[in-house]
């Protein structure tokens, strides 16, 4: 299959023409028998040294658009070998999948940065191969999938040939496999299926030998367990092999609000308290958000309040002047349209929001998972898409919520938040130890995701110095408070800040990587390890 599969990626193959290698370090690369291009140009370098945080800018040396596997074990075995001499010179390399990241995780300076969408103009978008059938005991179905595919094109296909979709998403589909499956992929599914690594069952990686090597859970399982949520430190994600279900056709999208915190936690605890239970019992996705301001009930990742029923929050009793609003849905299809309303009835009465704060829509389940979408086609038609991003997302302990929310949204935020913060639990059980991702020590953690873009609009509280300054704010009050938070996406600058990051986990990271790229060639734009030459 996978040969096949290789087939395809390389009818389209073409050699390295009449690039100039002359820069000393790449004087092996002329010899490398491409299938798809090495580039100088400098549109592409600079194409490479951009992402969505917007804040950081390193250009690489050469962007290599791969056309097969091959190309990828080439370059690294060829990073891997010049490093052995110095008159050669070495070189990094880093895998790009979307450019998704905030602070240059993707970038390389003095390297070769991989698109991993593929060949220019020839994308290997669309072309992802399912695989059908049973595929255990259990007769679980999965699809097979290039490392650059983005979700998006993994959802349409599965979807439209088989009816099928993976089981667990981030709320943004323009991310690529490989790049979300580096750092965990979460969304308001997870409590229910765990992240994305943990719905993946085989992996094929290029590590930083440039060895191709398949791996699970039986084979190889220290590169698997390694490579997820790692940070793309131990090799690049050429194929995932996910875990799909059958695709519900509609979803029931419900929002209701709170004034008090605790109450609004309690609830979201007792709805991920119901993962284990039969599927007509609980909600399918879980999430909420922080309203610090007026006018944010709608935020730029949905607009979901009607216009024609509008939120009077100023007629709510807000307390501290600070809502929290629940999001959930549930999904079904023809077999379950006659049950859907009372179902979800019977779930909301368990719940204590505020009355008459019942927001409710249905939608095609396509609709749903891509919702993020249509907001950043609006937010590109005005300009405000390509703006910094100093987004902070935070891994916190549920017994320090409380805290939490007195210091952060009720105190360092303010009454102004430019942007949204996604607040839900998750359960740590559907997380594996043994990746690489690290969260906090509880069974019961939240994401507190504050995802705010900086604005030249002359207001103070918009610029960038300012959402930094709250950023690092906020990360001095959880060290001051004792509150045992992990980033996610984590971005830091020393080792011995990526050492505490890592806790208990450090050695185990450390390892892996002595094992997998002992020369330190791979992501080097995360700022863990210096390249050793
Ligand atoms: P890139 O930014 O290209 O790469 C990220 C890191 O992974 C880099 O170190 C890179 O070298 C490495 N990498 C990339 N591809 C590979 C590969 N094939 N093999 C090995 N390493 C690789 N995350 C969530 O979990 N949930 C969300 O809901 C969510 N929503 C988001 C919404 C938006 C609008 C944005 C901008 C980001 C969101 N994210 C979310 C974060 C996102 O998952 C990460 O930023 C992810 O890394 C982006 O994927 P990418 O393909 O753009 O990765």
Redesign the pocket.
């Known amino acids: 299959m996978f040969k096949l599969y290789l087939l395809v990626l390389t009818i389209s193959s073409y050699l390295i023409s009449t690039i100039d290698l002359s820069l000393g370090r790449f004087d092996d690369l002329q010899w490398l028998d491409l299938n798809g291009e090495l580039s100088l140009d400098i549109s592409d370098v600079k194409t490479a040294s951009l992402?969505?945080g917007g804040m950081n800018r390193v250009e690489p040396l050469a962007v290599l658009y791969p056309g097969s596997v091959n190309d990828v074990v080439s370059l690294v075995k060829s990073a891997y070998d010049s490093s052995e001499s110095i008159s050669r010179g070495g070189f990094t390399v880093?895998?790009?999948?979307?450019?998704?990241?905030?602070n240059g995780?993707?970038q390389t300076r003095n390297g070769v940065v991989i698109d991993?969408s593929g060949l220019k103009g020839n994308r290997f978008r669309g072309k992802t191969k399912p695989v059908l059938g049973a595929f255990n005991k259990t007769g679980e179905k999965y699809v097979d999938v290039w490392?650059?595919e983005l979700w998006i094109d993994v959802l349409q296909w599965s979807l439209e040939k088989y009816g099928l979709a993976p089981k667990s998403w981030?709320?943004?589909l323009y991310?690529?496999v490989?790049?979300?499956l580096?750092?965990?992929?979460?969304?308001g599914q997870a409590f229910n299926h765990g992240p994305q690594i943990s719905n993946v069952y085989e992996l094929d990686v290029v590590t930083g030998k440039g060895e191709l090597l398949t791996c699970s859970e039986d084979k190889n399982s220290e590169l698997f367990h390694g490579v997820l949520g790692g940070?793309?430190q131990f090799?690049?994600?050429t194929r995932a092999r996910i875990a799909l279900e059958q695709a519900p056709q509609r979803v029931r999208w419900i929002r209701v609000l709170y004034s008090d915190f605790s109450v609004f936690t309690q609830d979201q605890e007792y709805l991920i308290s119901l993962h284990g239970k039969p599927s007509s019992e609980k909600f399918d996705y879980v999430e909420g958000f922080v309203i610090v301001e007026e006018g944010l009930v709608n935020n730029w990742r949905s607009s979901f309040f009607s216009p024609s029923n509008p939120i009077k929050i100023s007629s709510l009793n807000t307390g501290e002047g600070v809502l929290y609003c629940l999001e959930i849905t549930k999904n079904y299809d023809e077999s379950t349209a006659n049950t859907i309303d009372k179902e979800v009835e019977a779930l909301l009465k368990k719940l204590n929001f505020i009355p008459s704060t019942v927001f409710t829509t249905d939608l095609p389940y396509v609709d749903f998972l891509d919702r993020?979408h249509k907001a950043e086609l609006k937010l590109r038609s005005k300009g405000l898409w390509d703006v910094p991003h100093p987004w902070l997302n935070l891994f916190v302990p549920k017994s320090r919520m409380a805290d939490f929310d007195r210091g952060v949204f009720k105190g360092i935020l303010g009454n102004k938040t430019s942007g949204p913060i996604l607040i839900y639990p998750m359960n740590r059980h559907k997380w594996d130890q043994q990746s690489s991702v690290v969260i906090p020590d509880e069974d019961t953690f939240y994401l507190v995701a504050l995802l705010r873009s900086a604005l030249d609009s002359g207001e103070e509280t918009q610029t960038l110095d300012h959402l930094n300054n709250q950023n690092h704010q906020i990360l001095n009050f959880c060290d001051e408070e004792g509150i045992k938070v992990k980033q996610y996406?984590p971005s830091y600058n020393t080792q011995e800040e990526w050492k505490n990051h890592f806790g208990d986990k450090w050695n185990m990271f450390l390892n892996r990587k002595m094992r997998f790229d002992p020369k330190h060639i791979l992501?080097t734009?995360?700022r863990i390890f210096q390249p050793s030459f």
């Open positions: 992402d969505f880093s895998a790009k999948g979307h450019g998704h990241s905030i995780q993707a991993m490392g650059g981030t709320d943004y991310l690529s490989g790049g979300t580096s750092n965990a992929g979460i969304s940070l793309g090799g690049i994600i993020v996406l992501a734009g995360q």
